[in-house]
Every structure is written in C-alpha cells, then in structure tokens.
T-cell receptor
C-alpha cells in the first residue's frame, strides 16, 4: 500500500511553454502533498506544501506564480511550471502524507526545457 | 532555521565491515529525524525514524540531542546496502515538512 505515482516521468518542452506534472496517491487519500526539486547530485529542496481544498504554502524563494499548485482532490496534486525556461530544468519529486506523519514519495519527473 | 548536514558524499566499505553514515542537525524545537534510502533507479523510501526505535535491514540510528546527531549504523555491510542515504529533519510545529541533507552514497565492495 501507500503508492504514489507521478506523470509524466520525463518531459521535454520549449522555452516559454507551460508544463503540468501530476502527483497521485493510488491507494490512499492524502490531504497533504509536498513538491520537491532536486538538482543533479544535490539534495531535495522543498518547494511547497499542497493542501487539499486550500492554497498551497510555498517555501521562501519559490515563486508561486511560476510554480502553480492545485490540489483538487484527495488523491491528486498538480504542479504547473509556467513559462518554463532552461533554468527550470530539474527533477521534480512529490510526496504524499499518510497515516503517522510518513511521507511516501513518487518516482519523480525529469523536466528538460530547451 | 532547520539544517541537516551529511559530511560525506561518498562512503566506500567492504562487505562485512561496519558502516556509519553521519548526520548532524540544527533545530530549535523538538526534532524528528528520519533516514531515507534510494536504491539505484528507485524512488526514495523511508528506512527508519527515531521515534520508532526500530532496526530495519540491520540498520539502527540513535538520536543524540546533546551532539545533535542521528548517525546511521550497521555492524556488517551487505552488497545490497549500496544506495544513496538521506538524513531528514522534521519537527513539531513544522507541518510535517522535511529538511533533507545532501545525502551520502554508500558503496559496499566485495
């Protein structure tokens, strides 16, 4: 149990376009999900906390208008990278909070902006 | 501010040797510490958490508040332990948010 999926696993887009990444909890409901960003050979950096039915909470330095988060249901949170630029290329990972404060992680989405 | 330090990027040991992955933290409140593991081409998964006081796959970690450390230990390394290990810090009032260390790549050689 407690499986989290992400879609797509890999996306390439042109500079200036928007990209949507989905995070789903497959076998449990998650009122809270988290979005992380990971640069090569670096750690996971928390971008924002996604709360079902309310606005996301962004970490300091993360542009909320750039990284739009929508948590429309108890099993789905989406991250939209708007007007993507090459510096947004990264590995984006989501997690969903389950039970006793344990986060279950998705497999990640690799974004490449040309 | 919360901070997690993992001083070693890479730790290489021989099979059967003891392993210690270091983790130090900085946090003003009551900390919750976790170790996550990422095997090759797999997602991040929880290995253990300090409040559980469990031994998972032979690994243990003790929270030392005096030294602000949460080192991960295993007495005899196995080849299948080769992976990336991340120490993470949560805490009361943090809304379940986690701060991750930079990770240590453990390589167990035959």
């Amino acid at each position: 149990g407690a499986v989290v999926s992400q879609h797509p696993s890999w996306v390439i887009c042109k500079s200036g376009t928007s990209v949507k990444i989905e995070c789903r909890s497959l076998d449990f409901q998650a009122t809270t999900m988290f979005w992380y960003r990971q640069f090569p050979k670096q750690s996971l950096m928390l971008m924002a906390t996604s709360n079902e039915g309310s606005k996301a909470t962004y970490e300091q330095g993360v542009e909320k208008d750039k990284f739009l988060i929508n948590h429309a249901s108890l099993t789905l949170s989406t991250l939209t990278v708007t007007s993507a630029h090459p510096e947004d290329s990264s590995f984006y990972i989501c997690s969903a909070l389950w039970g006793n404060n344990e986060q279950f992680f998705g497999p990640g989405t690799r974004l490449t902006v040309l | 501010a919360q901070r997690v330090t993992q001083p070693e990027k890479l730790l290489s040991v021989f099979k059967g040797a003891p392993v210690e992955l270091k983790c130090n933290y900085s946090y003003s409140g009551s900390p919750e510490l976790f170790w996550y593991v990422q095997y090759s081409r797999q997602r991040l998964q929880l290995l253990l958490r300090h409040i559980s006081r469990e031994s998972i796959k032979g690994f243990t970690a003790d929270l030392n508040k005096g030294e602000t450390s949460f080192h991960l230990k295993k007495p005899f390394a196995q080849e299948e332990d080769s992976a990336m290990y991340y120490c993470a810090l949560g805490g009361t009032g943090g809304g379940n948010k986690l701060t991750f260390g930079t990770g240590t790549q453990l390589k167990v050689e035959l």
